[in-house]
């Protein structure tokens, strides 16, 4: 798969996920623009980056923010002048239920971080994306789907219920201008947002953890050409965890 050419701009791309799907992007071509509020981890994941070519755009944001999300595309575009791939991925973890005490406070911060920004960023890059006839990726997860393990996840849950929809939404918004759109939808993988590691082990039917690695091979299908006619889809990867 060939990204030669494209700007692909990866949220959350210190860590996990993000990092090593921004990883394999510039391995395969990209100039890419790493997006994450932990400055220390991009300069690292830069690096890494660096080694196949093309220098990294850093840019140090809170998704949640508005001003930083303004200031991510803006960046972009100066720099770049294009914007060819979208991959809203920043998100966070939580295990809150409808009985904490604290439940409004956990429900905005995860809404803000998982859903909210998803749609101020793809919100700001649209008109860009149309330009180049490009593509949107969101992270979205099996909790959209299904609850795991007896386990609601209230607000984490609904947040990513939210990314399913908002991605067939917006696929319907953007199939006019040539823009496809999709999410990935991962089973519990070995990444820093799992604390309870083995619990989540035994949620799949290969009873193992996903690496990050297989979530982002799905991801570059997704964005790639292979994908051409795959728009408003909800992809599963998950170690067969919706199968038990
Ligand atoms: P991670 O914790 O390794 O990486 C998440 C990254 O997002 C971190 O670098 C963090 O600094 C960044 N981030 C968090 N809030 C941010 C904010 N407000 N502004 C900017 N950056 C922010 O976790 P992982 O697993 O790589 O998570 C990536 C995505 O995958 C998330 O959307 C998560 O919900 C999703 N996911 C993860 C699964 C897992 O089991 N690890 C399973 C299903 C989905």
Not at 11 to 16: E, I
Not at 27 to 33: D, M, P, T
Not at 38 to 44: P, Y
Request: with cysteine; charged share 25%.
């Amino acid at each position: 798969m060939s990204f030669t050419g494209k700007v692909a701009i990866v949220t959350g791309a210190g860590s996990g996920i993000g990092a090593v799907t921004a990883k394999e992007l510039a391995r395969e071509g990209a100039k890419v623009v790493l997006v994450d509020k932990n400055e220390e981890n991009l300069q690292d994941v830069a690096n890494d980056c660096g080694q196949y070519g093309k220098k990294p755009l850093i840019i140090k944001a809170d998704v949640t923010k508005d001003d930083d999300v303004k200031h991510i595309v803006k960046e972009t575009i100066e720099n770049f002048n294009q914007l060819d791939i979208l991959i809203n991925n920043a998100g966070i973890g939580n295990r809150s239920t409808i009985f904490d005490e604290n439940l409004m406070e956990q429900f905005d911060q995860v809404m803000n971080t998982n859903l909210r920004s998803m749609v101020h960023l793809t919100h700001l890059a649209a008109p860009y994306l149309i330009k180049t006839k490009g593509n949107i990726v969101n992270t979205s997860s099996v909790c959209a789907l299904r609850l795991l393990k007896g386990k609601s996840l209230l607000a984490y849950s609904v947040s990513k219920a939210g990314v399913d929809h908002f991605t067939r939404c917006v696929a319907l918004d953007l199939a006019p201008h040539g823009v496809r759109v999709n999410a990935v939808n991962p089973g519990p993988a070995n990444t820093n947002l799992i604390k309870d590691k083995e619990m989540w082990t035994d949620c799949s039917a290969f009873k193992r953890l996903l690496e990050p690695e297989e979530i982002a091979d799905v991801i570059l299908f997704l964005a790639s050409d292979k994908a051409r006619s795959v728009t408003g889809s909800t992809y599963g990867c998950d170690n067969g965890a919706l199968l038990i």
